[in-house]
T-cell receptor, first 112, second 117 residues
Framework: DQQVKQNSPSLSVQEGRISILNCDYT??????FLWYKKYPAEGPTFLIS?????DKNEDGRFTVFLNKSAKHLSLHIVPSQPGDSAVYFC???????????FGSGTRLLVRP | NAGVTQTPKFQVLKTGQSMTLQCAQD?????MSWYRQDPGMGLRLIHY???????DQGEVPNGYNVSRSTTEDFPLRLLSAAPSQTSVYFC????????????????FGPGTRLTVL
């Protein structure tokens, strides 16, 4: 029973356009949400996070939106660049918990 | 800082063999954890530790042991390898949670690719 779901295994977008990666969760106790980016043969690297007290967090080209009522979050990348091609993992944890629960990942391909 | 280091990078075992995956961090992080990554399943937590001498089970602990004798090191032991343990293993660490539960993004090592025949 996956508590964090990424229903799109892959996404392909044109360079310069917007990439939107989606994530759904089922556990209402989750309080903190993170996105990680992973290149082949490397470990995941932290990208951006959001607390449940916010509905939006922005960092340069990356914006994460949180809709608590729908238990849904999304990562927007604008504009998309070929170097953004990677697997993106959504993760969540509860308040004061170190334990991260990850989604299955979405492979993003940005076409030049 | 080297960050989080893992050895070996690759390992092939026969069923029933034992081995230890090494993980070390030089950031003085309290929290360390082990994940495995399998196709279509994301990263699943195996074991974690919130400090030296303290360990606990994650989502998929069976077949694995851990110990935390120092802040820096968190080895993962496979007691009797099985083909189902073929996976990529990642170690991660993070600092203590800030007040209110904020912060604490985890830093990951480069991974160990394990094949059990």
């Amino acid at each position: 029973d996956q508590q964090v779901k990424q229903n799109s295994p892959s996404l392909s977008v044109q360079e310069g356009r917007i990439s939107i990666l989606n994530c759904d969760y089922t556990n209402s106790m989750f309080d903190y949400f993170l996105w990680y980016k992973k290149y082949p043969a490397e470990g995941p690297t932290f990208l951006i996070s959001i607390s449940s007290i916010k509905d939006k967090n922005e960092d340069g080209r990356f914006t994460v939106f949180l809709n608590k009522s729908a238990k849904h979050l999304s990562l927007h990348i604008v504009p998309s660049q070929p170097g953004d091609s990677a697997v993106y993992f959504c993760a969540a944890r509860g308040y004061s918990s170190y334990k991260l629960i990850f989604g299955s990942g979405t492979r993003l391909l940005v076409r030049p | 800082n080297a960050g989080v280091t893992q050895t070996p990078k690759f390992q092939v075992l026969k069923t029933g063999q034992s081995m230890t995956l090494q993980c070390a961090q030089d950031m003085n992080h309290e929290y360390m954890s082990w994940y495995r990554q399998d196709p279509g399943m994301g990263l699943r937590l195996i074991h974690y530790s919130v400090g030296a001498g303290i360990t606990d089970q994650g989502e998929v602990p069976n077949g694995y042991n851990v110990s935390r004798s120092t802040t820096e090191d968190f080895p993962l032991r496979l007691l009797s390898a099985a083909p189902s343990q073929t996976s990529v293993y990642f170690c991660a660490s993070s600092s203590s949670l800030l007040a209110g539960g904020m912060g604490n993004e985890q830093f990951f090592g480069p991974g160990t690719r394990l094949t059990v025949l």
